[in-house]
């Protein structure tokens, strides 16, 4: 079962190999893939980070204490992964030759299949990359506060307010979001 899996690769991932970092990516890649996506709001982005993931988690497993959250673990790792590229992506403004390169890089790979449409991506994007990711775990992923807490290194308490913060946000977002759009609606039917 899914249970016992997720027991013995806490148990057997620091000193496992390729075996055990295959059953990691089959366990939690997918679920990675969407939480890393709705950090960085773009999917070709999310698949580097989630390979970058298990690369670091693979190099560091030595470092993962034995019996403890796997999943915690990586989402922590996946986490630092989004916001290191996100910092390379601002200082990428600052270098323009290098950010010419990067979009025409960018550019060859096909249209992006993305888990996010347009409206809602607009919307995420006006929260903070950490306030990104506190909403998805608890909304999309239903993650209890006990868990957020071992992801992220902060008492619930605090967890909790930053949620309520970045919830409030969202919905004055879209609140806007939608008058936009119901505004370009309105001006549709006069024509």
């Not at 997720?6 to 059953?23: H, I, P, W």
């Not at 997918?30 to 709001?41: D, G």
């Not at 957020?148 to 930053?162: N, P």
Request: aromatic letters at 12%; a positive charge.
């Amino acid at each position: 079962s899914d249970e016992e899996e997720v027991k013995e690769l806490n148990d057997t991932f620091a000193t496992g190999g390729d075996y055990e970092l295959r059953c990691a990516i089959e366990l939690y890649g997918q679920s990675l893939l969407k939480y890393c996506h709705n950090i960085l709001c773009d999917y070709f982005e999310a698949q580097d980070a989630v390979q970058m993931t298990f690369i670091k988690a693979y190099n560091k497993r030595k470092s993962f204490k034995r019996g403890t959250s796997l999943q915690a673990w990586l989402y922590r790792i996946a986490y630092t992964t989004c916001i290191d590229s996100l910092r390379k992506k601002k200082l990428l403004f600052f270098m323009p030759h290098m950010n010419m390169e990067l979009m025409s890089f960018r550019q060859q790979k096909t249209k992006d299949s993305s888990f996010i449409s347009g409206n809602l991506k607009e919307t995420l994007l006006k929260l903070s990359p950490a306030e990104r990711a506190l909403v998805f775990s608890r909304v999309i992923e239903e993650k209890s506060y006990a868990e957020l807490e071992e992801i992220y290194h902060v008492s619930s308490s605090t967890l909790r307010k930053r949620y309520e913060r970045a919830k409030k946000k969202l919905s004055k977002a879209l609140q806007e979001t939608n008058l936009y759009y119901e505004r370009l609606e309105g001006s549709k039917n006069e024509i």
